[in-house]
């Protein structure tokens, strides 16, 4: 009798010793858990209240991508806020993928601490999705996770984000929480000449172009105001020249100068915070 009851308490400690390990798996993020075609939602496991319940909310957004386009190759900071007053817990996951399923450009963390990338497989698409580690989201309230994502090469076409967010009450276990789920979808730019936007009456042009010296930059701004000139490399990413510059609502002359450029293919968008447009720069 002894034996047996020995035996049992000792499969009851197993089962719970499981449990916790599963618990704590689970806390440190799962892939393919953002909503995205052939997935699910963090609600899979977390589902005492409705998928998006009112009160809290997921949302994803960027400094430097406007007018829902983003240019190829270009390195951006994403942000992924989830909210929910009274929580003190956070986590979520996200990815960016092609129309196909497969994912699109690099994701990259830029807080080892807070979150790593998770990878799993949706109808033989071997998905990344970047999630929270293990009591990363600890905060009041809010939670904003950022990280990096490098756009694909031009041809892609449109790229589409998802996000989960789960606000937690800290209890130990999947009861109790609220699961929050969107997504975001981006054209890609046309970096051969002016974008169509509201600035489609800007008449940029620069030249020489190709040059291996400095660019005569001209534009007809729509309205006067500030705008910013950012030349970078379409490959890296890597910003090489940025100026803020004050333009009339007339035509706009401006130098820019070489400061050792390396050859290859660039990216020059003039912004305004609303508008943006783009010309595709070759130095040689």
């Not at 009160?55 to 386009?69: A, K, M, Q, Y």
Request: charged fraction near 10%; charge should be neutral; glycine fraction near 10%.
């Amino acid at each position: 009798m002894k034996k047996h009851l020995l035996f049992a308490s000792l499969l009851l400690l197993f089962i719970g010793i499981l449990e916790i390990k599963t618990a704590t798996s689970n806390s440190n993020g799962r892939a393919i858990k953002t909503g995205a075609p052939g997935e699910g939602t963090c609600r899979d496991c977390h589902n005492s209240n409705a998928l998006n319940a009112s009160g809290g909310s997921v949302t994803i957004s960027s400094p430097t991508l406007l007018n829902n386009e983003y240019a190829p190759g270009q390195t951006y900071t994403i942000n992924v806020t989830v909210e929910r007053n009274g929580l003190g817990e956070f986590g979520f996951g996200f990815e960016a993928l092609r129309a196909s399923g497969a994912n699109a450009g690099t994701l990259a963390v830029t807080n080892a601490t807070e979150m790593h990338i998770l990878t799993g497989n949706v109808s033989g698409n071997i998905r990344n999705t970047m999630t929270h580690k293990t009591n990363a989201g600890l905060a009041t309230n809010t939670k904003t996770f950022s990280f990096n994502w490098t756009a694909p090469a031009a041809g892609t076409g449109t790229v589409s984000f998802y996000a989960t967010g789960n606000a937690v009450n800290q209890s130990g276990n999947t009861s109790g929480d609220f699961v929050y789920s969107t997504s975001m979808m981006l054209n890609e730019a046309n970096p051969n000449g002016v974008a169509d936007f509201n600035m489609v009456n800007a008449a940029l042009n620069v030249f020489p172009n190709p040059t291996s010296g400095n660019l005569q930059l001209s534009f007809n701004a729509p309205k006067a105001g500030n705008y910013l000139i950012e030349l970078k490399d379409l490959k890296s990413g890597a910003l090489v020249y940025n100026e803020q510059v004050n333009a009339s609502n007339s035509e706009n002359n401006f130098t820019l100068e070489n400061n050792n450029w390396l050859p290859g293919v660039y990216l020059l968008s003039i912004q305004n915070g609303q508008d943006i447009i783009y010309k595709k720069i070759v130095i040689h």
